[in-house]
């Protein structure tokens, strides 16, 4: 069965600077999505960004991108110059491409300082 | 498109009633998700839909849960005989068949379900 493990419940970063979250997962799959989600005290699920697994080239999204190791099976999601919005749980997923569930982390709630 | 919907945003029930939660996907998405939430974990998949049909459950889905989306627009999903363990968020999440968003959950705000 496939895991997400996220090994940093907490994490806080100075505003305007870079903060880096982790995720690594277990699979036997070759071919899958990598997905970071942001949920803030709203409650609702906001993708943040997305990764195939059959491409080789990280995925960015403005000031987010990731560090995709697939031999590692690894999905790390830095944040560029962080803004205080960015202060949420961000939790890392995956689904596997013939697959229709999506299996989550536990999260890291990240703590932007001003 | 106003999102996806859930309602009620809040439910207190006492133990071994039954409750009812109702999600409106986004208008052209024929995929549904149901997955609950508890505090310091992430979401768990509970069941799936396309259009009407109900294509899968988890094992986590026991026999006193149960889920519908009747004409294979909004879903429904009921919990008998509430226990506390059954106390989480509810998330509700839809995803269009195919397009360029195709691959991205799109979630509601959840249900919060406190069972005394």
């Known amino acids: 069965a496939q895991t997400v493990t996220q090994s940093q419940p907490e994490m806080s970063v100075q505003e305007a600077e870079t903060v880096t979250l982790s995720c690594t997962y277990d699979?036997?799959?070759?071919?899958?999505?990598l997905f970071w989600y942001k949920q803030p005290p709203s409650r609702q699920m906001i993708l943040v960004i997305r990764?195939?697994?059959?491409?080789?080239q990280n995925a960015t999204e403005n000031r987010f991108s990731v560090n995709f190791q697939k031999a590692a099976k690894s999905f790390s999601l830095k944040i560029s110059d962080s803004q205080l919005g960015d202060a949420a749980m961000y939790f890392c997923?995956?689904?596997?491409?013939?697959?229709?569930?999506?299996?989550f982390g536990a999260g890291t709630r990240l703590t932007v300082k001003p | 498109d106003t999102g996806v919907s859930q309602d009620p945003r809040h439910k207190i029930t006492k133990r071994g009633q039954n409750v009812t939660f109702r999600c409106d996907p986004i208008?052209?998405?024929?995929?549904l998700y149901w997955y609950r939430q508890t505090l310091g974990q992430g979401p768990e998949f509970l069941t799936y839909?396309?259009?009407?049909?109900?294509?899968?459950k988890s094992r986590l889905l026991s026999d006193r849960f149960s889920a519908e989306r009747p004409k294979g627009s909004f879903s429904t999903l009921e919990i008998q005989r509430t226990e506390q363990g059954d106390s989480a968020m509810y998330l509700c999440?839809?995803?269009?068949?195919?397009?360029?968003?195709?691959?991205?959950?799109?979630f509601g705000s959840g249900t919060q379900l406190s069972v005394l």
């Open positions: 839909f396309q259009n009407e049909a109900q294509l899968e």
């Open positions: 999440a839809s995803r269009p068949h195919r397009g360029a968003t195709n691959e991205k959950l799109f």
């Open positions: 699979t036997s799959e070759s071919d899958y999505y």
């Open positions: 990764q195939e697994a059959y491409k080789q």
């Open positions: 208008s052209e998405h024929n995929r």
């Open positions: 997923a995956y689904r596997g491409l013939n697959n229709n569930d999506m299996r």
